[in-house]
């Protein structure tokens, strides 16, 4: 009985920033993700995180321009994007699995609840 609300996407230039932010109720969250995905490609891992800011994941693909971090007295987390540019447009999701990982969590098929999702479009 969780749920997850996505907010703070938009449209943008490249080398914008955007914080995304996952609102969760019903309960405290576990260990959260951040995926996206774009038209006609498949669900990627972007980044993740457990109860503590110190024990984080991401994608080989962010090369430092992203970070993740969480307000666990708000039961929310964040994804701080920078350096933004083309190939990061897509929709983004914040997601929950119920178990510590312990490798990449990058597999969304271990992600047991998924918010909407926000878009997130960098123009050239």
């Known amino acids: 009985q969780v749920q997850l609300v996505e907010s703070g996407g938009g449209l943008v230039q490249t080398g914008d920033s955007l914080r995304l932010s996952c609102a969760a109720s019903g309960r405290p969250v576990y260990f959260v993700g951040w995926f996206r995905q774009a038209p006609g490609k498949e669900r990627e891992f972007v980044a993740g995180t457990g109860y503590s800011d110190s024990n984080t994941f991401y994608g080989d693909f962010v090369k430092g321009r992203f970070t993740i971090t969480r307000d666990n007295a708000k039961n929310t987390v964040y994804l701080q994007m920078n350096s933004l540019r083309s190939e990061d447009t897509a929709v983004y999701y914040c997601?929950?699995?119920?178990?510590?990982?312990?490798?990449?969590?990058?597999?969304?098929?271990?992600?047991?609840?998924w918010g909407q999702g926000t878009q997130v479009t960098v123009s050239s």
């Open positions: 997601a929950e699995r119920p178990n510590w990982p312990e490798t990449m969590p990058d597999d969304p098929r271990l992600y047991i609840t």
